[in-house]
């Protein structure tokens, strides 16, 4: 099976500009969470969907946005960048283990804001 | 808000040695994974252990869990020169405020291995 795949892999936006990023999580989940990791703060919740419909979010400004697709594809978006964005973003997708999740990750994209 | 605390934040040791890391949490978990980080580059899921386990095998990798301690180790035995990277321990939300599909992942520990 094809891993998770993020695109694009690195990104440089400069700030006040917006900005989306890709998810294709591995074929059969319908789970796909979303992170953000920064070396003050390290990895943080962004939001979590699954079968299109957004079931948790982290402690973040509403500049950050996300959505998923039927195929569960999924997208997020962050407007009006601020140099405080520049992180790597990471996408996971899920797979239920009976009572648990096992998250699987993508590489990441890395996004600059200057 | 960090939910695990990885100790030691960093740690040196050589081809071979054994390396131990731990991790600590402060509510009560439904499951505990394990993650590596190779520099800069997506999560590896190395191990998941549920609150009813107390100790889990994968190849050179042992994890176990204190749920009264609310703390688990990793113990990577024979080390190599490829298993330098940063390892994160992350707890299944579950009971804290959240629901699945949130992981919350602790600061990691960063080992060299030298060869």
């Known amino acids: 099976k094809a891993g998770v795949t993020q695109t694009p892999r690195y990104l440089i936006k400069t700030r006040g500009q917006q900005v989306t990023l890709s998810c294709s999580p591995i074929s059969g989940h319908r789970s796909v969470s979303w992170y953000q990791q920064t070396p003050g703060q390290g990895l943080q919740f962004l939001f979590e969907?699954?079968?299109?419909?957004?079931?948790n979010k982290g402690n973040f400004p509403g500049r950050f946005s996300g959505r998923q697709f039927s195929n569960s594809r999924s997208e997020m978006n962050v407007s009006t960048l601020e140099l405080g964005d520049s992180a790597l973003y990471l996408c996971a997708s899920s797979l239920w283990a009976g009572d648990s999740y096992e998250q699987y990750f993508g590489p990441g994209t890395r996004l600059t804001v200057t | 808000s960090q939910q695990g605390e990885e100790d030691p934040q960093a740690l040196s040791i050589q081809e071979g040695e054994n390396a131990t890391m731990n991790c600590s949490y402060k509510?009560?978990?439904?499951?505990l994974q394990w993650y590596r980080q190779n520099s800069g580059r997506g999560l590896v899921h190395l191990i998941l252990i549920r609150s009813n386990e107390r100790e889990k095998h994968s190849g050179r990798l042992r994890v176990t869990l204190d749920t009264s301690k609310k703390s688990s180790s990793l113990l990577i035995t024979a080390s190599r020169a490829a298993d330098t990277a940063s390892y994160f321990c992350a707890t299944d939300a579950g009971n804290y405020g959240g629901s699945q599909g949130n992981l919350i992942f602790g600061k990691g520990t960063k080992l060299s291995v030298k060869p």
């Open positions: 509510t009560s978990i439904n499951n």
């Open positions: 969907y699954f079968s299109e419909t957004q079931r």
